[in-house]
């Protein structure tokens, strides 16, 4: 290799010393040649021209300025010997490349969000306002339609009022075009000459002229005045005229008025000084000088013009965020989702205008914040009577966890700073965490509100409050239909849906049974509730682990499998796990939709290795769906700027169990609704049995109550809620107020009574097949009889020793009530 390098340096050396020593000796040799001759021809010109008549000589001398102004624009143009800096080419001016806003649009047609660094929707000439026309030419430009670009009219009396003192602009609209998307004053003025002051402005404006000659060229007047409509900033981040109508006045460009388009027109000359916003006095005075421009050139009347004078700025003005709307932590998700794409096909969500069709529907979405919100405001309360007078971080003893919220400010970003800047001076890091300062917290009533406290006491109250997410999905298509990540977005933007993992709990025992039924069992299979101790090792050390139920108790009869995994009986979960084993547990939950890596270990089969809740709803889904495994879907297609669809998603489908199996696995979901002390019994006191339409489901809650669960099933749609504290710590301490049924279910619950009942969504309701489309070999419509009186369990590991999860529901609610 390094021979080739050697043999290739010397060809170029001896290049260089060719063309030093042959080349450019007789090139400077010409050089001077062609220079004396030219020096000579001149001589003989001027001498000529000394004999001339004087209106010859004047003739002369401007047809020399002509050629001298038209070469000097060739050359700047051309960035000869690379003095002017690059100007915009035709390929760029007959393609233009604008920073435009991707916007995001649900299944059912409505705009869910933007992407972009300068908000920008582009609108057609027909979608703007006359009015606005009118307004913007009388103002800016009033020679527009008689001018080729450059206005030498306005260029003369500009250089007039100079002499005078006074000064004026002369750009045309077509000028102020190529300022807005060639950016000439600074992306493109980098020749050497650009670095000389004063020479820079005037190279720039070259630049101007010659560009605006082009796209005059290219373009007829209405596309010119679209373009610029919709390349110009409005300021408050508004940029082109479909974003300002709708910043400063909630309507659209073809909506708007005289006094409305004056007040748009008049923030061009300067967005900060003549802000409605900032400054609405000067606002209106320019506003005024506008409306004066129309009269002027007799667009309006002076009658008018005074009638429109007073009335005042009537603004109804809101500044759109990246972040605004519904869905952000769906949103977010999303950007992150796309982040490949884009840089296997070269595109920027953030600029190029494109437009995403998203799954989401957007009353499913609204429903489903609803519902999350409503319960989740409830369960605050409750967590903070629960908790009242007392730290919610405490330890199994009960004792406050030591440097519980130190742990936590160690890794903010104002610890840090404070770190970098106090190098071994601990005292200050600890004075400046502990100083008060006015800040914003998340508040349920105003959605925010400002505290004065220290950094470390906002640690304290951000670290009160119990979150939540919720994912809709439908099980035949792998479509998501809603998906709200947290409590609130601005203040915990880490996703709970798809980012987040956690425990499980007896949701987890969808895998167990799989794997029993996959290993010849059935719901009707008798196992008897008693204790279990399950011996294993781990690593070279013995060990022994003895799950309890949540009751604390065991029935020391015989169930159907059916009715324990309706009841969520622990001790009967562990024994089909000891049958089947854990890897093949794992097995078919990879199979059913779970990514994440599992332990295998025994306390697995309780839901002790932490998964996504999207990773549960499509497993759940995938049952539901007989055995046909789909990727979550969230795109179904990305079209450009011009309609093109540059990206789709192919539903591809996978049949991961058998059909008997998923049917039997979904008659045992439909069980926790049916069976005696079914843990999805709950769901009877929403309205939602009206709308023929079945339902089933699981609860699960994980290690002192730390993570809730429930995910629910119908033929059409499947859902899940978690809940739980940012921090695992952080948590209710009975089951009668943290398990899955009462904080998590009634989320799923409320969110189905909606959707049930919006006759435009009808196509959700429905049954459960009666019959199988294939023969069942095993029985499964066994009826379950107990014994005594049976508490619901909602149970789940609490760790590696035999912690009960302590969940009750009484069985008050049967199927016929």
């Not at 039924?517 to 101790?533: A, E, N």
Request: net charge positive; charged share 25%; with cysteine.
């Amino acid at each position: 290799m390094w021979n080739k390098i050697a043999i290739q340096l010397l060809i170029i050396w001896r290049f260089i010393k060719k063309l030093l020593t042959e080349y450019l000796p007789v090139a400077w040799e010409r050089m001077k040649v062609w220079f004396k001759k030219f020096v000579a021809w001149r001589k003989s010109r001027f001498v000529r021209f000394r004999t001339l008549p004087w209106y010859h000589k004047l003739f002369n001398s401007f047809v020399t300025f002509i050629v001298l102004f038209l070469l000097y624009l060739f050359i700047v143009d051309i960035n000869f010997l690379w003095l002017f800096g690059k100007s915009p080419g035709l390929s760029s001016i007959s393609n233009p490349n604008q920073s435009t806003a991707s916007i995001i649009y649900t299944s059912d047609g409505k705009v869910l969000g933007k992407y972009f660094r300068e908000n920008r929707t582009p609108v057609t000439y027909n979608e703007i306002s006359p009015i606005l026309i009118k307004t913007l030419i009388a103002t800016e430009d009033v020679r527009f339609y008689k001018h080729f670009g450059v206005d030498f009219e306005g260029v003369f009396a500009a250089i007039k009022d100079m002499t005078k003192g006074k000064s004026r602009g002369a750009s045309t609209i077509t000028q102020q075009l190529v300022k807005n998307m060639y950016k000439t004053r600074n992306q493109y003025s980098t020749g050497l000459f650009g670095y000389i002051p004063g020479v820079k402005l005037i190279i720039s404006k070259t630049k101007e002229w010659t560009t605006a000659v082009k796209i005059e060229m290219f373009y007829n007047k209405k596309d010119i005045l679209t373009m610029y409509l919709n390349t110009v900033d409005f300021g408050s981040n508004a940029f082109g005229i479909h974003t300002a109508a709708k910043t400063f006045f909630k309507t659209t460009p073809a909506k708007l008025n005289y006094e409305q388009s004056a007040t748009l027109v008049g923030l061009l000359k300067a967005t900060t000084s003549y802000s409605p916003i900032a400054h609405p006095v000067r606002s209106m005075e320019r506003r005024n000088v506008v409306l004066d421009n129309l009269v002027k050139q007799k667009v309006i009347s002076q009658q008018a013009c005074d009638s429109l004078k007073l009335i005042p700025i009537q603004l109804n003005f809101s500044v759109e965020q990246n972040y605004d709307g519904d869905a952000l932590h769906f949103r977010a998700y999303l950007e992150k989702y796309l982040q490949e794409w884009e840089q296997e096909n070269g595109y920027d969500i953030y600029s190029d205008g494109l437009k995403i069709y998203v799954t989401i529907d957007s009353r499913m979405q609204k429903y489903a914040e609803e519902a999350l919100n409503k319960q989740m405001h409830s369960i605050q309360k409750k967590f903070d009577d629960h908790w009242r007078g007392q730290n919610p971080w405490q330890d199994e003893n009960h004792k406050d966890i030591v440097n519980f919220v130190e742990d936590i400010a160690k890794k903010t970003k104002a610890y840090a700073s404070l770190s970098a800047k106090y190098k071994n001076h601990p005292d200050s890091i600890t004075y400046f965490l502990n100083k008060p300062h006015k800040t914003k917290v998340f508040d349920y009533d105003k959605g925010e509100k400002e505290m004065n406290i220290s950094i470390m006491d906002s640690i304290r109250y951000m670290n009160r409050f119990m979150h939540s997410s919720f994912v809709a999905m439908e099980p035949e298509t792998g479509n998501v239909k809603a998906w709200v990540g947290d409590i609130n977005f601005k203040f915990w933007q880490y996703d709970k849906v798809a980012q987040s993992k956690r425990q499980p709990g007896s949701t987890f025992k969808l895998f167990v049974y799989t794997a029993a039924m996959m290993h010849g069992m059935s719901p009707c299979d008798m196992m008897t509730d008693k204790p279990v101790t399950w011996k294993y090792k781990e690593g070279s050390n013995d060990k022994a682990w003895s799950p309890r139920n949540a009751n604390g108790y065991c029935l020391g009869y015989p169930v159907s499998l059916k009715n324990a995994f309706a009841q969520s009986i622990n001790t009967i979960a562990v024994q089909v796990a000891q049958i089947v084993g854990i890897p093949e547990i794992i097995k078919y939950a990879h199979l059913l939709g779970i990514q994440t890596p599992l332990e295998n270990k025994p306390s697995t089969c309780l839901g002790s290795s932490d998964v996504s809740l999207l990773e549960m709803v499509n497993s759940f889904g995938t049952v539901v769906n007989e055995g046909v495994y789909h990727e979550p879907i969230m795109i179904t297609r990305i079209e450009d700027k011009e309609g093109t669809v540059v990206y789709e998603k192919k539903s591809v489908e996978k049949r991961v169990i058998p059909y008997e199996d998923a049917w039997l696995m979904t008659v045992m979901l439909r069980g926790g609704m049916t069976e005696p002390g079914g843990t999805s019994k709950a769901l009877w006191s929403w309205d939602l049995f009206h709308y023929n339409t079945d339902f089933g489901g699981k609860t699960g809650t994980s290690s002192n109550h730390s993570d809730a669960w429930f995910i629910g099933v119908t033929p059409k749609l499947v859902g899940g809620a978690w809940v739980g504290g940012e921090q695992r710590s952080v948590h209710f301490r009975t089951g009668e107020l943290g398990q899955g049924s009462r904080t998590a279910l009634p989320i799923f619950g409320m969110f189905m009574e909606k959707v049930l009942k919006d006759e435009s969504l009808k196509q959700y309701r429905g049954k459960f097949p009666t019959k199988p489309k294939e023969e069942i070999s095993r029985e499964y419509s066994c009826v379950t009889h107990l014994r005594v009186d049976t508490l619901a369990n909602d149970s789940a590991v609490m760790d590696e020793s035999d912690s009960p999860e302590g969940l009750t529901l009484p069985d008050e609610l049967t199927p016929n009530e």
